[in-house]
């Protein structure tokens, strides 16, 4: 069945770099856009960035654009999330989500979701 | 960007009534908007898309209705694991996708 899997949460000074990753299995990974999406304790849902199937575009929420990136390796399958100079904003519990289909009309809606990864940012 | 206002803020229902929550958009979306369902400690699920397709495996006392700036989500008769936190989000101007900020539909 289809699964994904996030890794890499945890605890991290103000400023500092943490990465996520995000395992897939049961579809062709290489054939769907993938996000990370975020949801701070307590808070609503925020999406935070996009990547095409074969990572020729990327988008950005303008709250993290030019201090996270997003990339995938489609031959592990894998989708990452470097985070650079965090900020405590940032805390939340952080979940990737595969694009409902591969055509257009199947973009922006996001199904399945992972479990997530809690990121405090935190001194 | 587009904001979505969804109202109430918190919904309060007996199993096996019928719930109606709504989602109001700042500008027109057309009909890209969906629905997610989200239980506590757990991911958000996808429920309806494009305002009105149910998404798989999703019962048929959910349903999505709506154009431009207003949509709707009725649950037809609330079952006890209805009982979460619904988001509304668009697809129609991005980047940002956009959620609203919630309904938590309540046990009464």
């Known amino acids: 069945q289809v699964q994904l899997v996030e890794s890499g949460g945890g605890v991290v000074q103000p400023g500092r770099s943490l990465r996520l990753s995000c395992a897939a299995s049961g579809f062709t990974f290489s054939s769907y856009g993938m996000h990370w999406v975020r949801q701070a304790p307590g808070k609503g849902l925020e999406w935070v960035t996009v990547i095409w199937y074969d990572g020729s575009n990327k988008y950005y929420a303008d709250s993290v654009k030019g201090r996270f990136t997003i990339s995938r390796d489609n031959s592990k399958n894998t989708l990452y999330l470097q985070m650079n100079s965090l900020r405590a904003e940032d805390t939340a519990v952080y979940y990737c989500?595969?694009?409902?289909?591969?055509?257009?009309?199947?973009?922006?809606?996001?199904?399945?979701w992972g479990q997530g990864t809690l990121v405090t940012v935190s001194s | 960007e587009i904001v979505l206002t969804q109202s109430p803020a918190t919904l309060s229902l007996s199993p096996g009534e019928r719930a109606t929550l709504s989602c109001r958009a700042s500008?027109?979306?057309?009909?890209?908007l969906a629905w997610y369902q989200q239980k506590p400690g757990q991911a958000p699920r996808l429920l309806i898309y494009d305002a009105s397709n149910r998404a798989t495996g999703i019962p048929a006392r959910f349903s999505g209705s709506g154009s431009g700036t207003d949509f709707t989500l009725t649950i037809s008769s609330l079952e006890p694991e209805d009982f979460a936190v619904y988001y509304c989000?668009?697809?129609?101007?991005?980047?940002?996708?956009?959620f609203g900020q919630g309904t938590k539909l309540e046990i009464k």
């Open positions: 989500a595969r694009d409902l289909g591969i055509a257009v009309a199947g973009r922006g809606w996001f199904d399945p």
């Open positions: 500008q027109s979306v057309s009909r890209y």
């Open positions: 989000q668009q697809r129609s101007n991005w980047p940002p996708y956009t």
